[in-house]
């Protein structure tokens, strides 16, 4: 099958290979031992939910293969002190190079200008990315169900579990939330974009969230721009989201950020 996410993924085996051999296992496992503990991603969602609120996980993005550069003055430590102030649970911190033009230190700076929860959102295809990953400082992985086998999701996941991380697992139709379900994480996200040709369509969450399981932490995914939206959602039982796009496209970040949450 040809599409969007398998090039991603070829290109991310292949840069995945080459830093392999450019950091030595012992090397990385010194740098996640010396990183502060995981932040708690999942409760730091509940918590927001439980206190009627709902969770917000901010995007820090600067671009993206569907729409191009999103934000030109990109400051991600800034950016990452703006979601908080403006009410965030936590960051996700698009990682990816050649397709989001992200960066590892991004993740970094950003995580250090806050206290919130972050996760490194890339495409994980093998567990060493997921060591990188806490090496950097990432409190909570994401894994695509759609890019991995079940034995290679499983292994991404045990990785990250046994690093105190939390997972976000990302499903986009009934199938991939079957498999997901094999899984141990109970935070599950849908993408409302399909990555495969980056179409996007809510209806995927609508369809979706009455089949996750009780206790689940449902996040919807991807395409909201406003209160409203956030509102249809919660109106199906969503209380949790991930916005990117809609927030970096605004000057003013913790005004957008608070408007979104503003009850
Ligand atoms: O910018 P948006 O439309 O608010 O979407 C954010 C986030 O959901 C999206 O960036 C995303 C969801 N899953 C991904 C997987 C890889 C890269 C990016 C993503």
Redesign the pocket.
Known sequence: MSNRLTQILVDKRVHVAARKTQLSLSTLEAQAGGQTRPRGFRAALEAKAKAGGYGLIA?I?RA?PSKGLIRANFDPPAHARSYEAGGAACLSV?TDMPY?QGADEFLVAARAACALPCLR?D?MVDPWQVLEARALGADAI?I?VAALDDGAMAEIEAAALGLGMDVLV?VHDAAEMERALSLRSRLIGV?N?D?RDFSVDFARTYDLVGRAPEGCTFVA????TNRADLDAMAAHGVRCF?????LMRQADVEAATRALLAA
């Open positions: 995007e993005k993206s698009l989001f959102k495409f994401l695509i990302e993408n974009r990555l995914e991807s395409g909201l991930l916005v990117g796009e809609s």
